[in-house]
T-cell receptor, first 118, second 115 residues
Framework: GAVVSQHPSWVICKSGTSVKIECRSL??????MFWYRQFPKQSLMLMAT?????????EQGVEKDKFLINHASLTLSTLTVTSAHPEDSSFYIC??????????????FGEGSRLTVL | AQSVTQPDIHITVSEGASLELRCNYS??????LFWYVQSPGQGLQLLLK??????LVQGIKGFEAEFKRSQSSFNLRKPSVHWSDAAEYFC?????????????FGKGTTLSVSS
């Protein structure tokens, strides 16, 4: 149980294009999801907190207009990297909190999406 | 604010030897503590977690960790390391009773296993 699926796993795009990454909780509902970014050999940096039906909360330094987050249902959150540039190349990982055990603090992670912008 | 420190960036251990990865946290209240493992190009897998109760927690793959409030530590241990344990290990802290709060991660420790 508690599986989180991310799609696509790998994406290569041209500079200036937009890329959408999906994060789905497959067997549970998740009112709250989180998006992290990880640079090579570095830790996970929280980008934003996504709550179903409301606007995402972005961490300081994260451009909300560049990283659009939509959490339209209890099982799906999407991250759109708009007008991507090479510096946006990174490993993006989503995580979700199971609504049934919200007070445990535990997060379930997707397998990540590797974005390469040429 | 919460923070997590993993003092060791890279550790090399011989196969069959014991392992201890250090983790110190900073948080005013009782923390929720986690250890995750990440293989190259992969997502994160939960090894174990501490919420309350027994301060020595058992996890998957033979790992255990001990919560020491007096030292603000949550060190990960394994008595005998296998070559397949080579990976990146992350300690994380979460706040109690705040469902909307994300986990804060340490910078990670890379574990190499030598034969």
């Amino acid at each position: 149980g508690a599986v989180v699926s991310q799609h696509p796993s790998w994406v290569i795009c041209k500079s200036g294009t937009s890329v959408k990454i999906e994060c789905r909780s497959l067997d549970f509902q998740a009112t709250t999801m989180f998006w992290y970014r990880q640079f090579p050999k570095q830790s996970l940096m929280l980008m934003a907190t996504s709550n179903e039906g409301s606007k995402a909360t972005y961490e300081q330094g994260v451009e909300k207009d560049k990283f659009l987050i939509n959490h339209a249902s209890l099982t799906l959150s999407t991250l759109t990297v708009t007008s991507a540039h090479p510096e946006d190349s990174s490993f993006y990982i989503c995580s979700a909190r199971d609504d049934r055990v919200r007070n445990t603090g535990e997060l379930f992670f997707g397998e990540g999406s590797r974005l390469t912008v040429l | 604010a919460q923070s997590v420190t993993q003092p060791d960036i890279h550790i090399t251990v011989s196969e069959g030897a014991s392992l201890e990865l250090r983790c110190n946290y900073s948080y005013g209240a009782t923390p929720y503590l986690f250890w995750y493992v990440q293989s190259p190009g992969q997502g994160l897998q939960l090894l174990l977690k501490y919420f309350s109760g027994d301060t020595l927690v058992q996890g998957i793959k033979g790992f255990e960790a001990e919560f020491k409030r007096s030292q603000s530590s949550f060190n990960l241990r394994k008595p005998s390391v296998h070559w397949s344990d080579a990976a990146e290990y992350f300690c994380a802290v979460g706040t109690a009773n705040q469902a909307g709060t994300a986990l804060i991660f340490g910078k990670g420790t890379t574990l190499s296993v030598s034969s």
